[in-house]
């Protein structure tokens, strides 16, 4: 079993930027490929990003290509979601994943990311 918990979302405005954490806890956690989605009110969960546990491999969704960046620590067992220039439309609950390719074996509680305008 994986346990994932995210943290560092929270209310900022258009233009900052936030970091977001997973801690990946559970058994062979630094070999899991990661990713992070999000779901806005009404909307399906869209993947946003994702790595492969080796890191040689990343996936972007195209609005976030240039902003938005992934990375872990396989040292700390930790998936970052560094997002710059945020926009008001990337307001929406924030979800870390694991396993698979999109990862979504598992699922983190998620993190509410609003974007004021």
């Known amino acids: 079993q994986v346990q994932l918990v995210e943290s560092g979302g929270g209310l900022v405005q258009a233009g900052d930027s936030l970091r977001l954490s997973c801690a990946v806890s559970g058994r062979k956690s630094v070999n899991y490929n990661m990713g992070w989605f999000r779901q806005a009110p009404g909307k399906e969960r869209e993947a946003v990003a994702a790595?492969?546990?080796?890191?040689?491999?990343?996936y972007y969704e195209n609005s976030v290509k240039g902003r938005f960046t992934i990375s872990r620590d396989n040292a700390k067992n930790t998936v970052y979601l560094q997002m710059n220039s945020l926009k008001p439309e990337d307001t929406a609950v924030y979800y870390c994943?694991?396993?698979?390719?999109?990862?979504?074996?598992?699922w983190g509680q998620g993190t509410q990311v609003t974007v004021s305008s």
């Open positions: 994943a694991a396993g698979g390719w999109l990862p979504s074996n598992y």
């Open positions: 790595i492969r546990w080796s890191g040689d491999s990343t």
